[in-house]
Nanobody, 124 residues
Framework: QLQASGGGLVQAGGSLRLPCAAS????????VGWFRQAPGKEREFVAA????????NYADSVKGRFTISRDNAKNTVYVQMSSLIPEDTAVYYC???????????????????WGQGTLVTVSS
């Protein structure tokens, strides 16, 4: 089971850190991805991290502003969001892929386990 949290209301230019906590999963052997869904839009890829944390990838829209990391001892993956803009407003989800083959995938359909999302609202 995955649970994303840490969302809230923040002003443009501000920062937030979203944790994704896992339970009941062999978390340390799983890669994790973050996705988001803005109102009226399809869910889109944000960032992903491999099981050791040695490899990450980002959507172009967040590159340089967001940082994904993990603490396997705490069964938690984080996305640190900085220089937030109103276009970052969305429900943010974390997910694990169907298998290690899909590690780092940017495609929603390659992910099997999804957590409940957390809402991030960026005001201008």
């Amino acid at each position: 089971q995955l649970q994303a949290s840490g969302g809230g209301l923040v002003q443009a230019g501000g920062s937030l850190r979203l944790p994704c906590a896992a339970s009941g999963l062999a978390f340390s052997i799983l890669s994790v991805g973050w996705f988001r869904q803005a109102p009226g839009k399809e869910r889109e890829f944000v960032a992903a991290i491999n099981r050791s944390g040695s490899s990450t990838n980002y959507a172009d829209s967040v590159k340089g502003r967001f940082t994904i990391s993990r603490d396997n001892a705490k069964n938690t993956v984080y996305v640190q969001m900085s220089s937030l803009i109103p276009e970052d407003t969305a429900v943010y989800y974390c997910a694990t892929p169907k298998s290690s083959f899909y590690s780092g995938s940017t495609k929603e359909n390659d992910y099997k386990y999804w957590g409940q999302g957390t809402l991030v609202t960026v005001s201008s």
